[in-house]
């Protein structure tokens, strides 16, 4: 499989500076709201700021999110791509670069970073809270 890197529409999907900041609030959010219970046992006033700062940007990362997929989802249904592809309709080079866009970006590694921090600091939040509130 090509990588997007080869891809000639990588210049157009290309994870732009705007998408690193988000991401970094993503993950921030993400440590954030999983230390809340080991904070609780520390200081409830550490916990609480730990709550509101990860609340808070999963907010603005999943604002953020929701805005890059509307934008798709529009592109997508202005050029009527489901349809054509629905229909077995003859796309234009337009619809491949479309296509190739959103396949890019599907295959970000950024995001299957973003899901292993998030699957694996709540495997590790779930243990130290069973771990603190069962068994210490």
């Known amino acids: 499989m090509k990588k997007c890197i080869g891809c000639r529409e990588y210049k157009r999907c290309r994870d732009s ?16 709201i999983r230390v809340v219970t080991v904070l609780i046992h520390v200081d409830p006033i550490y916990a ?3 709550w509101y700062a990860g609340v808070g940007g999963f907010f603005i990362f999943f604002v953020y999110k929701f805005r890059v997929n509307q934008a798709r989802a529009k592109l997508i249904d202005q050029q009527g791509l489901a349809d054509k592809i629905n229909d077995k309709e003859q796309l234009t080079e337009d619809d491949y670069s479309l296509i190739g866009v959103i396949l890019c970006a599907l295959s970000s590694r950024k995001e299957r970073v973003n899901y292993f921090f998030i699957f694996f600091l709540s495997a590790l939040a779930l243990l130290l809270a069973i771990y603190m509130d069962f068994l210490k």
């Open 17 to 32: 500076f705007a998408s690193w900041i988000f991401f970094i609030v993503g993950l921030a959010a993400t440590v954030a």
């Open 48 to 50: 609480k700021i730990a």
